[in-house]
């Protein structure tokens, strides 16, 4: 179904999709287990989400709820340092 869909779709929808998955595909050869993006890649992205309305459907690098999940992993570890147990003298008894 999903090649059906190329036929109908513009010549100029069809080459951002295209542009857009040799992007990721060029950022996941970098040989790295967690390819880092570049200031490049994030600027790529900027501009295509500004020029295309159907940038999200193609991205696989990262998703929106990936973002949502490592930012509440950095509050844990965060507030884990935060309440850690530290040297000094035992409290006092009451």
């Known amino acids: 179904m999903a090649t059906a869909r190329v036929f109908v779709r513009s010549r100029a929808d069809t080459a951002l999709e295209v542009l857009a998955l040799r992007q990721q ?7 790295r287990p967690r390819p880092p993006l570049s200031a490049l890649d994030r600027l790529f992205w900027t501009v295509l989400r500004e020029t295309w309305a159907r ?3 193609v ?3 990262v998703k929106p709820e990936t973002v949502v999940k490592w930012h509440r992993a950095g509050f844990h570890l965060y507030w884990r340092w935060k ?4 040297g000094g003298w035992p409290p006092a008894p009451t």
Do not use: M
């Not at 595909?25 to 040989?31: D, H, Q, S, T, W």
């Not at 309440?83 to 530290?86: A, E, L, T």
């Open 25 to 31: 595909v060029a950022v996941l050869k970098r040989r």
């Open 55 to 57: 940038w999200q459907d």
């Open 59 to 61: 991205l696989v690098i």
């Open 83 to 86: 309440s850690r147990p530290r």
